[in-house]
């Protein structure tokens, strides 16, 4: 590992991230929209890694900060919501990291759902989550040409979208959020 100290300073912001994240779940307040304390994370840890990425000028991968580091990394990126750009930018920057083998397509699959999902596409490997409008939970947008998904999640190295779903419901139901929407 090249830079330990950033390796440090990203698993600190991720874990300030989803401390701050997991007391409003407990609250009930992370699921009333976009909470002023948990954007204001985001945006600071955001600013943070697009500092880091103009001194590295690439991807913090597993060879630079180790997989730890790295995986706090892609965690800033994905929650850092309102910088569209910066999400841009990290799916570039992760890519190549994929392509050298220095991080895991997994998460650049998610990366690149995410993007979707801003710009009010459907996902194409269905790593996000939400309520349909029947209000079920599950991959929300909807996944394009979902009869291909499995193949392109096998690519990845993501399992079934069958298995990921049953994951992220157990998940949702631990933090009480499946009872939240009821159907009308």
């Not at 009930?28 to 590295?56: K, T």
């Not at 040409?145 to 298995?163: C, I």
Request: charged share 30%; with cysteine; aromatic share 6%.
């Amino acid at each position: 590992m090249e830079h330990p100290e950033l390796a440090s300073e990203l698993a600190r912001l991720a874990r300030e991230d989803l401390t701050v994240r997991d007391r409003l779940a407990k609250s009930g307040q992370l699921f009333r929209g976009y909470h002023p304390e948990m954007r204001a994370v985001h945006r600071r840890n955001g600013d943070r890694l697009a500092e880091i990425l103009d001194q590295l000028g690439r991807w913090p991968s597993h060879q630079l900060i180790g997989r730890d580091g790295s995986s706090a990394a892609i965690l800033i990126a994905q929650h850092d919501i309102a910088n569209p750009a910066l999400i841009r930018r990290c799916r570039e920057l992760y890519g190549s990291a994929v392509e050298q083998g220095e991080a895991e397509p997994a998460k650049l699959a998610q990366l690149e759902d995410r993007i979707r999902y801003f710009e009010g596409r459907h996902q194409w490997y269905g790593t996000h989550w939400g309520w349909d409008e029947d209000g079920e939970f599950g991959p929300w947008p909807p996944v394009e040409d979902p009869d291909l998904v499995d193949d392109r999640r096998s690519k990845m190295g993501l399992p079934p979208l069958a298995e990921a779903i049953v994951s992220a419901r157990q998940r949702a139901e631990q933090e009480g959020r499946l009872a939240r929407r009821p159907v009308d």
